[in-house]
């Protein structure tokens, strides 16, 4: 039997994260995955792309039309979380940049996908009291899509970083999904960090001295954190990279910047990834940039969920989602009771492409 085929598009696609994850999280499932469609304005991102996955993407997402767009089983979409960010001025939709999820809307509108995952930042949840929040869930649901969130730290999927971020998953049938645990251990920080550093990294004498002089060095390695009221904090993992923060935001041992490679480690991009913009470039590539294994574990899952629907014995008698074996619905995220779920994903036989 022929495998499994999953053509998916990738909007705001950056240097590949959310490529990297369904690529992986197919493999893991036994399927095939297919980029049909990217798109990114960043000119250096889509050189970036282009150099590791031969595709060079689209321009201005704002300037395409949703006609235009193949048709596709699954959507991904990390969507500029600026607008919604602690460090830009919270401003949503009023932002531009913001408006953008509307451009989701009308492609999910016109191509009507199987499923999507969108992801953005944790505040996204209480932006302007999560009135935000709630103009996309009502826009999804809308246009006819079952969808649940949930807000996910890498710290807990393997990564040696603290970084939040909401998942949106949505489905155009009523199906079976499970959140994934991640409960995976945590890598050491030391199993990222490069051994030998040029002297270019190194932060300014006066810098390191007023490290010190608030944090005392540490044994095992850390990454040293500086707040916006200055206090510095030392762990054993790295807080949320950031484009647009400092560059002393982040300091190896209170010593040095983290290098290209390393932050693209703490992202979870493999070690194959061609990096091949300068030092400013990468550094917002990487801040820009979603934790690989995090969004790898939500797709398998919602992968997963989408072939189930298929499955000729797969007995769903309702018309709501079920999301981690309970009904949920979506007015007050309210979720009622317990419905046995499918747990062996071998048994996908039909190809989700299929119509």
């Not at 040696?160 to 994934?180: A, D, H, L, N, T």
């Not at 001295?209 to 044994?219: A, D, E, I, V």
């Not at 209170?254 to 194959?272: A, K, N, S, Y």
Request: aromatic fraction near 10%.
């Amino acid at each position: 039997m022929d495998k499994i085929t999953i053509r998916y598009i990738d909007l705001f696609a950056g240097v590949g994260g959310f490529r990297y994850a369904i690529q992986n999280a197919c493999m893991e499932l036994g399927i095939q995955a297919e980029c049909v469609f990217t798109s990114e304005i960043d000119v250096e991102c889509q050189k970036v792309y282009q150099e590791n996955f031969g595709d060079v993407p689209h321009g201005d997402i704002t300037k395409i039309s949703e006609d235009s767009i193949p048709d596709h089983d699954v959507l991904l979409a990390g969507f500029p979380c600026q607008p919604f960010s602690i460090i830009g001025q919270m401003k949503g939709f009023d932002d531009t940049r913001g408006t953008l999820f509307f451009d989701i809307a009308r492609i999910i509108k016109e191509k009507r996908p199987k499923a999507f995952v969108l992801e953005n930042v944790k505040l996204l949840v209480g932006h302007n009291k999560g009135q935000t929040l709630k103009v996309i869930q009502k826009t999804l649901k809308n246009l006819g899509y079952h969808t649940t969130h949930k807000v996910l730290n890498a710290l807990n999927f393997g990564l040696p970083q603290k970084r939040e971020r909401i998942f949106i998953v949505g489905f155009r049938e009523p199906c079976s999904f499970k959140w994934p645990h991640g409960k995976i251990p945590m890598k050491p920080l030391s199993s990222i960090l490069e051994k030998q550093v040029d002297d270019k990294y190194y932060a300014s004498e006066h810098i390191r001295k007023k490290r010190l002089s608030k944090q005392k060095p540490t044994k095992e390695p850390t990454i040293w954190h500086e707040n916006k009221a200055g206090n510095i904090s030392a762990y054993p993992y790295s807080c949320a990279l950031r484009a647009g923060a400092s560059y002393n935001y982040l300091l190896v041992n209170g010593e040095r910047r983290l290098t290209d490679r390393e932050m693209f480690r703490l992202q979870g991009f493999p070690e194959e990834f061609k990096i091949i913009s300068c030092y400013t470039q990468a550094r917002k590539q990487a801040g820009n940039s979603l934790p690989v294994p995090m969004a790898q574990a939500v797709i398998k899952n919602t992968v997963e969920a989408s072939c189930s629907l298929l499955i000729a014995d797969y007995k769903c008698k309702t018309d709501k989602l079920i999301v981690d074996g309970q009904l949920s619905l979506f007015e007050n995220e309210r979720k009622y009771g317990k419905i046995t779920q499918i747990a062996d994903s071998r048994k996908i036989q039909a190809t989700i492409s299929a119509q």
